[in-house]
């Protein structure tokens, strides 16, 4: 069926570190795939989002990998900061829907001063 | 532009009671998607509606309805509320015509009792 999961459910690194966060999606129908951050009490927030005719896309200071061959999906987030502590959400929206997101459990980053 | 807001933030309610929850799109959007998210998962997509019809639907028992008004702004409902009900009910909006992504709300925290 349709899924999509995280390999990590929370990772914890310090302040000024560089954070990984890893995704696994299961539709090899899916074109686009949208990272979200979602703090305590609030709503998704867009971060960043990729097509399937690419394999990486930057933005300020976080950066998304696309590997359809394994069917993975990395964010990477340069000089972590306290601020970036969230919960990140990898989301999938299918060819054959309309703006439907499949979204993942969800990955906790905790950032350590 | 305030974005996608909703009504109430918090909300509690008895046990085989009825509950509408409200959502207004972001400006120049014509999508509206309502989302449950339980604590520690991820969003699970209950309906999308367009032009003032659902589009799509989730895997979700048809206690949960929705509607959409010529302004684009949309309404849940649940009927014969169960304590499983209790979550954060999200609503996105998009724009069909975009395939770009969706923005949320800051949620609706119902609490059934």
């Known amino acids: 069926g349709e899924s999509v999961g995280l390999h990590l459910p929370t990772l914890s690194v310090q302040e000024g570190d560089n954070s990984i966060i890893n995704c696994a999606y299961s539709?090899?129908?899916?074109?686009?795939f949208i990272w979200y951050k979602q703090e305590s009490g609030k709503g998704p927030q867009f971060i960043i989002d990729i097509r399937s005719n690419m394999d990486k896309r930057q933005g300020q200071r976080v950066t998304v990998l696309l590997n359809k061959t394994v069917k993975h999906l990395s964010l990477q987030i340069a000089a972590t900061q306290p601020g970036d502590s969230a919960v990140y959400l990898c989301a999938e929206m299918l060819k054959t829907s309309y703006d439907k997101v499949i979204f993942g459990p969800g990955t906790s980053l905790s950032v350590i001063p | 532009d305030a974005g996608v807001t909703q009504s109430p933030t918090h909300l509690i309610k008895t046990r085989g009671q009825q509950v509408t929850l409200r959502c207004s799109p972001k400006?120049?959007?014509?999508?509206v998607s309502w989302y449950q998210q339980a604590l520690g998962q991820g969003p699970q997509f209950i309906f999308q509606?367009?032009?003032?019809?659902?589009?799509q639907r989730g895997n979700f028992p048809d206690r949960f309805s929705g509607h959409q008004f010529p302004n684009y702004s949309s309404e849940l409902n649940v009927n014969a509320l169960l304590l499983g009900d209790s979550a954060l009910y999200l609503c996105?909006?998009?724009?069909?015509?975009?395939?770009?992504?969706?923005?949320f709300g800051q949620g609706t925290r119902l609490t059934v009792v």
């Open positions: 539709n090899s129908a899916s074109d686009y």
């Open positions: 509606y367009y032009e003032e019809e659902e589009r």
């Open positions: 400006s120049g959007h014509d999508t």
């Open positions: 996105a909006s998009s724009w069909t015509g975009g395939r770009t992504e969706a923005f």
